[in-house]
């Protein structure tokens, strides 16, 4: 059993199957004051700065300029995004500081998983990266119609460019797909792992509504475990 299936094992009810969407339940009606939907902003803030962070990091490595290129601008539309989340937050709360915490989980996982090469390090921001955002398009609904909207406008996964970049060379490497196959797994097997906290953080925000929150973390898993799927069979990986 792989840890992605570990992972899905745990937090997903038992036969059930999803196919890269939200599981169809009935959506959970949004937060009530202002910190419970704050904290789901700011998840949304951090995984944005986190994916710049390995997107800027990815394009210093990377072997050829146009490839740098494609990175670079993928670093700089997270940064984009990222102001946006940090200026509803100043709004709704007068600060910003409430991304702290998440970016403290987020980079302890990145900091378990250290690759051993270029490759390695751009699929770990393709899967850490989608994955958080996974996690991120689930926990939206939490927020007010208006919030919702208005963050999801230009929020996207970090995995196209990699993608983008990666396909062809692998398609062609057979070796290099059995490694990073085996990669991926544990990038994501990390990913999962992380869930709990995060959930638990944003309901101790929630107040009353913990409950609501709390429901939330297996259709998470699920949503994650089922486009990370998606991920590596767009580069020709097992999942």
């Not at 070796?175 to 792992?193: D, H, I, K, Q, T």
Request: net charge negative.
């Amino acid at each position: 059993m792989t840890s992605v299936t570990r992972g899905l094992a745990r937090w997903s009810p038992v036969g059930r199957t999803y196919a890269g969407r939200m599981p169809n339940t009935p959506p959970s009606p949004p937060l009530d004051g202002r910190e419970g939907p704050a904290s789901v902003l700011a998840l949304l803030g951090a995984g944005d700065l986190v994916a710049f962070s390995w997107l800027s990091a990815d394009a210093d490595l990377a072997p050829a300029l146009g490839a740098r290129e494609s990175l670079a601008r993928a670093a700089a539309e997270r940064m984009g995004h990222y102001d946006v989340v940090a200026a509803m937050l100043d709004e709704a709360v007068g600060t910003h500081e409430g991304v702290t915490p998440y970016l403290g989980f987020l980079e302890e996982v990145g900091g378990r998983m250290e690759a051993m090469s270029w490759e390695e390090q751009l699929l770990r921001t393709a899967v850490m990266g989608g994955m958080v955002h996974d996690l991120g398009d689930v926990l939206a609904q939490l927020l007010p119609a208006e919030q919702r909207e208005r963050v999801m406008q230009g929020a996207s996964a970090p995995d196209d460019v990699v993608i983008d970049l990666m396909a062809g060379r692998l398609s062609q490497d057979e070796p290099l797909r059995a490694r990073l196959s085996l990669w991926g797994r544990r990038v994501a097997g990390e990913a999962l792992a992380v869930l709990p906290a995060v959930v638990a953080q944003i309901a101790d925000a929630a107040g009353d509504r913990r409950e609501a929150v709390t429901a939330l973390q297996a259709p998470a898993a699920a949503t994650m475990s089922s486009r990370h799927a998606q991920r590596m069979e767009r580069l020709g990986l097992a999942a």
